[in-house]
């Protein structure tokens, strides 16, 4: 399976509720901050997005794209984004240098 990231900016008013039901829907999810998620799915960019476009209203932004490589950036994320960030497969954490020589 491959990890797919969502993110969505909805105006202010918006209800996110709906859209968040959806998105808790797959097994293994991760809500990393408000408004961006990180799935494991077989399911297709395309598809995430059609599955998701439903929840939203005019003036909601979103994008699905596939996380691959390396990631870094973990900082202040939590105990629980850093556990499943870091149990992926195929997706190498960027590693940090003491070396300040």
């Not at 297709?44 to 979103?62: E, H, I, S, T």
Request: charged residues 30%.
């Amino acid at each position: 399976m491959i990890v797919k990231m969502i993110t969505y900016d909805l105006p202010e008013g918006h209800d996110d509720t709906e859209l968040v039901r959806c998105l808790e829907q797959y097994h293994d999810r991760l809500r990393l901050v408000h408004g961006t998620w990180l799935i494991r799915t077989d399911d297709d960019a395309a598809k995430v997005r059609d599955r998701l476009m439903p929840f939203l209203n005019d003036g909601d932004k979103l994008f699905v794209s596939e996380l691959w490589g390396s990631w870094a950036g973990s900082y202040n994320l939590g105990e629980e984004a850093l556990t499943w960030l870091t149990h992926l497969e195929g997706i190498e954490q960027e590693s940090l240098s003491n070396d300040l020589t």
